[in-house]
């Protein structure tokens, strides 16, 4: 499951990278960075290091689920007002690989595609430099209830 918890000033669909407040504890181990992010839509980035290879030299299919997660989760949680927290669960996660990742920047885009004030759907997949597929995933998330309040007050 995820928690995904990013607050945001103003309404940017760019994210500063050094933007400590973007990365969470699970998606910085890894090495995400999210680099787009508005409503509807957010894209998350990760340059594949010695860490997410498998034992056979190729991306570990768990990040690759990892950076769909993020992304498609992301994708519904967007909030313009200043100081406002979005907080989301995954309910369902299906990923399909499409072929080997094995190297260089990974591209995470996701996609609201419907739902409601609680729960909604997305798609989306991980490509490469080159704009290759290697995976496609689609999701069921939750936004967890009072989790618009700013970041610090009792929800």
């Not at 933007?19 to 998606?27: E, H, I, K, P, Y």
């Not at 090495?31 to 290091?49: F, I, K, Y």
Request: charged share 20%; net charge negative; glycine share 12%.
């Amino acid at each position: 499951m995820t928690d995904s918890s990013l607050p945001v000033e103003g309404a940017p669909s760019v994210v500063q990278e050094e933007d400590s407040l973007v990365q969470m504890g699970f998606q910085r181990l890894l090495g995400m960075r999210v680099t787009e992010w508005s409503e509807g839509r957010a894209v998350v980035e990760l340059t594949v290091e010695d860490q997410h290879l498998n034992r056979s030299g190729i991306v570990h299919g768990g990040v690759l689920t990892s950076l769909l997660d993020t992304a498609l989760s992301l994708s519904g949680l967007y909030c313009s007002v200043p100081g406002n927290v979005r907080k989301g669960m995954t309910l369902s996660l299906t990923t399909t690989f499409v072929a080997a990742a094995r190297g260089g920047v990974l591209r995470a885009v996701g996609h609201r595609r419907g739902g409601g004030k609680a729960t909604f759907m997305a798609s989306g997949e991980v490509v490469d430099a080159n704009d290759a597929v290697m995976a496609m995933g689609e999701g069921a998330f939750r936004i967890r209830s009072a989790s618009q309040t700013p970041e610090g007050e009792p929800a």
